[in-house]
């Protein structure tokens, strides 16, 4: 399953994350951002379980912000997999 976020309060604009009906991650998209750390971040997410990504990068900030790229990824993930059941 595809699913599609717009981030909120980072530099990056639209995370996409597609998962396996076992709640693995087949692949994770950033869009904006910091294209070479984002680009890593996702290869090292492919093949992890959603929930585990989920508690590693829950809660991450950036800077003074509140959030960040990776806390935002974790959204995603969380969202899809209430849409996946």
Known sequence: ???ERKNQGTCSVLTRVDLADDHTIRKVEVMGGCNGNLKGICQLLAGMKAEDAIQRMKGTTC???PTSCPDQISRA??????HLG
């Open 1 to 3: 399953m595809i699913y």
């Open 63 to 65: 800077g003074p912000r």
């Open 77 to 82: 993930l969380e969202e899809a997999l209430t």
